[in-house]
């Protein structure tokens, strides 16, 4: 991103200067490190840094947080220049609120030092790893959770030298935290993962078998790592030079790691701390003892019909969320997405409506300040459309229910990798399988259902028991037919 000049910059020297509003909850630079961060993205410093900091204010506690980004050596250098802070605005129709995050006690950057990152993973001060890495950096087979190891992550299990990827951080931490008997500590998922606790822990333990540590330090490991299940959500769409300037004219100076998020924000978190956490409940987190009920409604009810919006409106040459949402019969689609498949595939938590659910999740996509781009989106569908759809898909079939709403998404994202929009114009495919799925569907017969059988192979992102069914492919076909030869608007408009 361009560098901002003129005004002058936020540091420590500038919150004086700032309205009372907008000055941090804690001191900056007060708080001892007791956390780690790895992922030092928007969402983060929205979410997890907002949280962490309220509790800190509100309870006390060493928790620190030393964020590390595995590569964008930009941002460190930003962070650094200003004292580790950065602004988060609120952005609603009413208004925006601008406030200075103090959460930060030092950034790292992974791929200048990845040895420092090993060495704070095995400090005993340390005993909170939370991570927001995106879906693909577990290398996890997406429909399965297997491990899929690749070069890079190959070769930091093989052999001890300094670590390339985020699996080879966290399991050459944990190995010399072993060494040192430094302590129990807890891996925080904070990524949209299917029960992304065990998930991490299952790449934990894939992981250090492939190493070949000899038994009594994986024991060790098992005995003293937590790997509590989260779910997490706030909307924050990546920063744009708009964010950094708003940023700036609410606070008299530059802030150039400023991000923007919606008011809503939520936090359910499993309470498996053994070597202790911020007091993350004074600050509005939920602490219970299983997040799978509140994850499962997240990931299907928000998340898939995020994405079944992504991909239909960028098909519709829509730019953003909000304005896809405009488009007639769309919202109508989703709802009937969320009441007939959604609410019927699982068990939600105590006392929610998934149905009410739905309708607040929509009222959020439509916040008109919210400028959240359909591609960003609609990047990375392989690694989200397993638990967003597909575990949608399969447990609607298993309880011999149809799932045809869903089975519009499936066909949507089809569409979306196909490449071309309504409009003529190409569509990118930003994905970690993207050469798979484009050689998949130029093998292909030139037809929908030889595109719906291309992708149905690809068994990393649907599972065996939707690929065979009968009824699941016919749904896709006839939808994917649909969107080809008439488009989005008459596809949705025909549906209703
Ligand atoms: C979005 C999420 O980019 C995406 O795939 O669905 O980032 C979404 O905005 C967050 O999960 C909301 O909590």
């Known amino acids: 991103m361009a560098v901002t000049v003129g005004a002058s910059r ?23 490190a007791g956390m780690v961060h ?28 030393v964020g590390v980004a595995p590569r964008n050596a930009a941002l460190v250098e930003t962070l650094t220049a200003q004292d580790n802070l950065f602004s988060v605005s609120t952005l609603s129709a009413q208004g925006r609120h601008t406030r200075v995050v103090g959460a930060l006690a030092g950034v790292r950057l992974a791929a200048a030092d990845p040895d420092a990152v090993v060495a704070l993973l095995a400090d005993p ?26 070069a890079e992550l190959v070769a930091d299990l093989s052999a001890e030298r300094s670590p390339a990827t985020v699996p080879g951080l966290l399991v050459r931490g ?13 891996l925080v998922s904070c990524d949209n993962l299917p029960a992304n606790g065990r998930r991490l822990r299952g790449l934990v333990t894939q992981a250090l078998a492939f190493t070949g540590a000899p038994t009594p330090v994986q024991d060790w490991i098992a005995a003293h790592v937590g790997f509590p299940g989260t779910m997490v959500d706030r909307i924050v769409p990546a920063s744009t030079r708009d964010t950094l300037d708003a940023a700036r004219q609410a606070l008299g100076v530059s802030d150039l790691a400023a991000v923007a998020a919606e008011p809503y924000t939520q936090w359910v978190i499993e309470d498996d701390f053994p070597g202790g956490r911020p007091a993350w409940e004074q600050a509005g987190a939920v602490l219970c003892a299983d997040a799978g009920p509140w994850e499962r409604l997240k990931l299907r009810g928000l998340n898939g019909v995020h994405s079944a919006t992504a991909y ?11 304005d896809a949402l405009a488009m007639p019969h769309l919202t109508t689609v989703l709802r009937r997405l969320v009441a007939e498949d959604v609410a019927a595939s699982f068990v939600p938590p105590d006392g929610v409506d998934v149905v009410d659910y739905g309708e607040e ?21 392989s690694q989200k459309l397993p638990q967003r759809i597909m575990h949608t898909i399969a447990d609607l079939r298993a309880a011999g229910r149809p799932a045809r709403w869903a ?3 499936v066909a949507a994202w089809v569409r979306f990798a196909q490449g071309q929009a309504d409009n003529g114009r190409s569509l990118p495919l930003d994905d970690p399988l993207a050469g798979r799925i484009q050689e998949a569907l130029a093998a292909a017969a030139q037809t929908p259902a030889g595109a719906v059988d291309a992708v149905f192979a690809l068994d990393a992102v649907v599972p065996p028991e939707v690929a065979a069914d009968a009824q699941v492919r016919a749904d896709v076909v006839a939808w ?15 549906a209703v």
């Open 10 to 32: 936020l540091d420590l020297g500038a919150l004086r200067r700032l309205p009372a509003d907008s000055r941090p909850l804690v001191r900056p630079g007060t708080v001892p």
């Open 38 to 65: 790895l992922g030092l993205g928007a969402f983060h410093r929205a979410h997890q840094a907002v949280y962490t900091e309220a509790a800190v204010g509100v309870a006390g506690g060493d928790w620190g947080i």
């Open 125 to 150: 001060a340390i005993r909170v790893v939370t991570l927001t890495v995106t879906e693909k950096a577990y290398q996890l087979d997406p429909a399965s959770g297997v491990l899929r190891p690749d």
């Open 174 to 186: 944990l190995l010399a935290r072993a060494a040192a008997g430094a302590g129990p500590i807890s």
């Open 312 to 322: 239909l409106g960028a098909l519709a040459g829509c730019e953003t969320i909000a």
């Open 361 to 381: 999740v929509l009222a959020r996509f439509a916040n008109p300040a919210i400028r959240h781009r359909t591609l960003q989106v609609a990047m990375d569908g």
């Open 407 to 409: 089975a519009l998404v």
């Open 480 to 494: 994917l037919t649909d969107l080809q030869r008439h488009g989005v608007a008459a596809t949705l408009a025909g």
